[in-house]
């Protein structure tokens, strides 16, 4: 299996651009997770998905966010617009179900720079 | 609300010696914890799982234990080696999904 698969690996865009950052979760996994990782909160939650449908959003951080899982191999998070305190490595994991022996699985990450 | 604590925030050892790092949540109400491993620049790997009813894990050269009714958690490394550096992240699971992670612990091991 190829793992969790994230694009691109890095974005670097203008403060007010839209930023589409995208997610490929191990095959047969029911459960997604979107993480935002930075020096100084370490790794946040911001949304999980089971079965595509959006579970907790509690994390994101404000409308500007927004995730989707249309199908069960993809997922999106969106910021518009974005700002440059959104710069981060945004994470996007997935588990295979909701037993408490399934490990969560991440992908490399996206690093975000908003100039 | 679920808060993870992990002492220390870095630690540097000589190749050889043996380690622990310790991990700390607040709610005794978890599902699993996992010790995960990361690399500068690259994602986490997951290295060690523990359901609640488990006491220990072990892989290798580590070994987890859990002290659920404590709210603690060690990850043990034996006879470390320089390819052992990198941070290391333990995380709860407190609902039939959500995973909640500590800060770290960034490890150097000195050749």
């Known amino acids: 299996d190829a793992g969790v698969i994230q694009s691109p690996r890095h974005e670097v865009t203008e403060m007010g651009q839209e930023v589409t950052l995208r997610c490929k979760p191990i095959?047969?996994?029911?459960?997604l997770f979107w993480y935002r990782q930075t020096m100084m909160r370490g790794l946040e939650l911001l949304i999980y998905?089971?079965?595509?449908?959006?579970?907790?959003d509690s994390g994101m951080p404000e409308d500007r966010f927004s995730a989707k899982m249309p199908n069960a191999s993809f997922s999106t998070l969106k910021i518009q617009p974005s700002e440059p305190r959104d710069s981060a490595v945004y994470f996007c994991?997935?588990?295979?179900?909701?037993?408490?022996?399934?490990?969560?699985?991440f992908g490399s990450g996206t690093q975000l720079s908003v100039l | 609300k679920q808060e993870v604590t992990q002492i220390p925030a870095a630690l540097s050892v000589p190749e050889g010696e043996n380690l622990v790092l310790n991990c700390s949540f607040t709610?005794?109400?978890?599902?699993?914890l996992q010790w995960f491993r990361q690399d500068p620049g690259k994602g986490l790997t997951s290295l060690l799982l523990?359901?609640?009813?488990?006491r220990e894990q072990t892989s290798g050269r580590l070994n987890a234990s859990l002290d659920k009714s404590s709210g603690r958690s060690t990850l043990y490394i034996a006879a470390s080696q320089p390819g052992d550096s990198a941070t290391y992240l333990c995380?709860?699971?407190?609902?039939?999904?959500?995973?909640?992670f500590g800060p770290g612990t960034s490890l150097s091991v000195i050749p």
């Open positions: 994991a997935s588990s295979r179900g909701q037993a408490p022996n399934e490990k969560l699985f």
């Open positions: 095959s047969g996994h029911n459960s």
């Open positions: 998905f089971n079965n595509n449908v959006p579970i907790d």
């Open positions: 709610d005794s109400a978890i599902y699993n």
């Open positions: 523990i359901q609640s009813s488990q």
């Open positions: 995380a709860v699971k407190t609902s039939y999904d959500k995973v909640i």
